[in-house]
């Protein structure tokens, strides 16, 4: 299956500040996924990103907040903007690679204080 | 619209025991794929198994088993001879149709004491 190198994997930032996440892939992919994880919860969808086109967000998500890009077909970008409190979660990237499912990143464990 | 509902929270056994964590979905599209993923305390989605709506087979992968039911829309997944590095939260997950969206449960916490 894929490997997925996400970086950093945890990182403490200040209120107000923003905070871009890094996934890496060993292979080109179509589709790129960004879920987070907040304290306990489930894993939610935040977008979907295709190479060469504006990232699909789901509801409850837009794109001035949580800003994608996915410049080639090995890489994306997540940034965290204007960070609250409310926005510490885990942060996950995502490929489908087919009969092995859904590979993830190691995630981002984001506190924001 | 799909759901996937893992209504045990947290469980508790102590090594060695068996343990079965459920997994119900609901969606109307005939073709779907069903997954279950482990996220230990790291924090990192372990992929555990894929299992598509056309293979009813149940599945057993060492001290693993999955029982998938359609008559009943279950997936559930066994662990025999629980072990303490299966301490993890356990997500069962579905994608159905022509939809790439994976839907998660909640997850269960499993603690395995020693």
């Known amino acids: 299956s894929a490997v997925i190198s996400q970086k950093p994997s945890r990182d403490i930032c200040q209120r107000g500040t923003s905070l871009t996440i890094q996934c890496q892939v060993d292979s080109q992919v179509t589709m790129m996924f960004w879920y987070r994880q907040q304290p306990g919860q489930s894993l939610t969808l935040i977008a979907t990103?295709?190479?060469?086109?504006?990232?699909?967000?789901e509801s409850g998500f837009v794109i001035d907040k949580f800003p994608i890009s996915r410049p080639n077909l090995t890489f994306s970008t997540l940034t965290v903007s204007n960070m609250s409190p409310e926005d510490s979660s885990i942060y996950l990237c995502s490929v489908e690679r087919g009969v092995y499912g859904y590979t993830f990143g190691s995630g981002t464990r984001l506190t924001v204080v | 619209a799909q759901k996937v509902t893992q209504a045990q929270t947290e469980i508790s056994v102590v090594e060695k025991e068996d343990v079965t964590l459920d997994c119900v979905y609901e969606?109307?599209?005939?073709?779907?794929?069903l997954f279950w993923y482990k996220q230990p305390p790291s924090g990192e989605l372990v992929f555990l198994i894929r299992?598509?709506?056309?293979?009813?087979q149940n599945e057993i992968s060492g001290r693993y088993s999955w029982n998938f039911q359609k008559s009943t829309s279950s997936f559930n997944f066994t662990i025999t001879a629980s072990q303490v590095v299966d301490s993890a939260v356990y997500f069962c997950?579905?994608?159905?149709?022509?939809?790439?969206?994976?839907?998660f449960g909640k997850g269960i916490t499993l603690s395995v004491r020693p």
């Open positions: 990103a295709n190479q060469g086109s504006e990232a699909t967000y």
């Open positions: 299992r598509n709506s056309f293979d009813e």
């Open positions: 969606t109307r599209d005939t073709t779907y794929y």
């Open positions: 997950a579905l994608i159905a149709g022509a939809n790439s969206k994976l839907t």
